[in-house]
């Protein structure tokens, strides 16, 4: 008989031990990400709290106004999203999207299987593009209010994962003047910005670093997805359009670029805009056994073309 008490009194401190161990699972996930939307409420999503983030509220970007920009790089997956203004007078939405679309179908070069499509949440479209290959997948929502343009990209070298999965389920999107807009979550001028080094250095080397596939099988090479067209404001000192501008950047293990040197003289005024545009590359940062870690890349940047 007290063995069968003692046995009832282990399975019941078993059990006890089982739910406390899925209570703090649970809570260490909850913690780990939280809720954010655009000032306007009309924008809600669920993101890590670990995270990159740049808000430009009232000065102008190269491409976009009004940019904002938000990355993160947890359990071996990208989490981005940018928001930018509609420009009304010099361009629709079709043609943004079809922009925006052509950008990354540069970078993948035909080698990723493009599965397209058009998603009906809560009566606004989004249009969906995934790409996957062996070794990588990325999906890219595309959608718009009156107001805003809206561009969520999510990728991993593991397929579709669960922070893809949860990142563009918890989107709540209302445009402003059809619903409410009450969201709960951190507006977007609350959330702390993210400091970004900057450095003009002509004296540096340019070629330390180039691009490359790394031998090494324990190591996953950094992976660009996305890196916007540039324009002809980066133009150094003296040089015409097509010539190349080289440029330090340090792709930091949360998905963020975190430095930028540029090994050129500058024509004046233009740091602000290398900035900006800089800060919207989208990459998988490259890992070292499995761990993410900065790494820093001389590329060169052509004027009026992309980076190579």
């Known amino acids: 008989m007290t ?41 809600s999503i669920e993101v890590p709290t670990k995270y990159g983030f ?22 071996h997956t990208l989490i981005n999203f940018e928001v930018f203004k ?23 070069k035909q080698k990723y299987k493009k599965v397209e499509s058009e998603i009906n949440k809560g009566g606004f479209k989004i249009e969906q593009v995934a790409y ?22 999510a990728s991993s070298r593991l397929g579709e994962t669960p922070a893809i999965r949860r990142f563009l ?52 090479p950094l992976f660009i997805i996305y890196q916007p067209i540039t324009l002809s404001s980066f133009a150094p000192a003296n040089l015409t359009m097509g010539g190349e501008v080289n440029l330090r950047i340090t792709f930091s293990e949360h998905g963020q670029v975190s430095k930028i040197v540029v090994l050129e003289k500058l024509m004046p005024n233009f740091r602000r805009d290398v900035i900006l545009t800089v800060l919207r590359m989208r990459f998988l940062p490259q890992e070292k056994d499995g761990i993410p870690m900065s790494v820093a890349k001389t590329i060169k940047w052509v004027v009026g073309g992309r980076f190579n």
Not at 56 to 75: A, I, M, Q
Not at 174 to 184: E, R
């Open 132 to 153: 996957k290959g062996d070794n990588q997948y990325s999906v890219k929502q595309y959608f718009f209010s009156n107001n805003y343009f809206y561009v969520l990209t």
């Open 54 to 75: 740049f808000y430009d509220k009232d000065g102008r970007s190269v491409d976009h106004s009004e940019l904002t920009v938000f990355n993160s790089y947890f359990e």
């Open 3 to 43: 063995n069968l008490v003692n046995m009832k009194k282990l399975i019941s401190i078993l059990i006890l031990l089982f739910l406390t161990t899925i209570s703090f699972a649970q809570s260490s996930q909850k913690d780990e990400w939280m809720r954010v939307q655009s000032d306007d409420g009309e924008f």
């Open 169 to 220: 389920n918890s989107l709540i999107f209302k445009p402003v003047g059809k619903t409410s807009t009450n969201q709960n979550g951190t507006r977007f001028s609350k959330l702390a910005q993210t400091p970004i080094e900057f450095e003009e250095n002509i004296e540096k080397v340019k070629n330390d670093a180039k691009m490359s596939t790394n031998s090494d099988p324990q190591t996953e």
């Open 86 to 108: 509609r420009r009304f007078s010099e361009i629709d939405e079709k043609d943004q999207i079809r922009a925006l679309k052509a950008s990354t179908e540069f970078l993948y």
